[in-house]
């Protein structure tokens, strides 16, 4: 047989699909049944489970402190959304919660259509649990990370109380995302950024304050024997600063509300 007639038809080279797009394709096909699963989980809990007419354990009044600030019609803030009384003191919560809250309690059916959006949002960060498990280990690990993620039980039946952790736990996890992606490019714009996210996910619960802390000192003693200390000294002010600018004008506006030189917040602020 002559060598042109046993090579390989040029429209059947053409047609097959590299190895690499066939696995490309069953991955974002397995993400995306595992955000299927992830929001049927809840949605199935939510509407058949509780309903809509479920009265939801409410331990820190959030539903209340949410409808306050749509009470008159329009969006009006108010400190009352964020006081919070416990041991003949007044504490400062974190802001974040109550604001998400809010444009729900202005149509009908509330709260029910913000557990709906939580049950969303949280089936929505099963790809960056994908992501974060692939960037640190493999896609095999992601993918186990993310059906962990979506079948976890304390979080599914943690929708039948009012809780900040579906808002928090979607946030952090964008952000130790955008972190580790910053740890691997360098530079100060992406540790800004990931700084950013964290203070983000602080204005829902204020535990991130320990991990931007941590990683500012990690940062710095990475390379604090080579030629990019300066860098790195760069990069843990670029992460804190991007922290700062989410938090900060909280801090400040508690400050000034109460008369007091040092903002003090976040579950621990004495009113």
């Known amino acids: ?25 069953w991955s974002w096909v397995a993400v995306g049944a595992l955000v299927v699963l992830a929001l049927a989980l809840r949605l199935g809990v939510l509407f058949y489970l509780l309903g809509p007419h479920f009265t939801w354990y409410d331990a820190d009044a959030y539903l209340a402190k949410g409808a306050r600030l749509v009470e008159t019609g329009g969006f009006r803030w108010t400190y009352e959304a964020v006081a919070y009384p416990w041991g003949g003191r007044v504490y400062a919560l974190p802001p974040l919660f109550s604001l998400y809250l809010a444009p729900f309690a202005a149509f009908g059916g509330y709260p029910f259509n913000a557990f709906v959006g939580l049950a969303v949002l949280n089936a929505l960060a099963v790809p960056l649990v994908v992501r974060l498990g692939t960037h640190l280990h493999s896609l095999g690990a992601g993918l186990v990370g993310g059906l962990l993620y979506a079948c976890w039980g304390s979080d599914i039946v943690g929708f039948g109380q009012v809780r900040q952790e579906p808002l928090y736990l979607p946030l952090v996890i964008a952000a130790t995302l955008a972190l580790v992606r910053a740890w691997d490019r360098r530079g100060a714009g992406p540790f800004a950024l990931a700084g950013a996210a964290f203070g983000l996910a602080a204005l829902c619960r204020s535990m991130p304050i320990y991990f931007v802390a941590v990683a500012a000192v990690a940062l710095v ?21 991007g922290f700062a600018a ?26």
């Open 1 to 25: 047989m002559p060598a042109e007639r046993s090579a390989i038809p040029v429209p059947l080279i053409a047609t097959t699909p590299p190895v690499a797009d066939s696995a490309a394709r």
């Open 221 to 241: 003693l990475r390379d604090r024997r080579g030629a990019g200390r300066s860098e790195a000294l760069g990069e843990a002010l670029a992460l804190v600063g």
């Open 246 to 271: 989410l938090t900060l004008p909280y801090s400040l506006a508690l400050s000034i509300h109460l008369g007091q030189p040092w903002p003090r917040w976040i579950d621990s602020a004495r009113l």
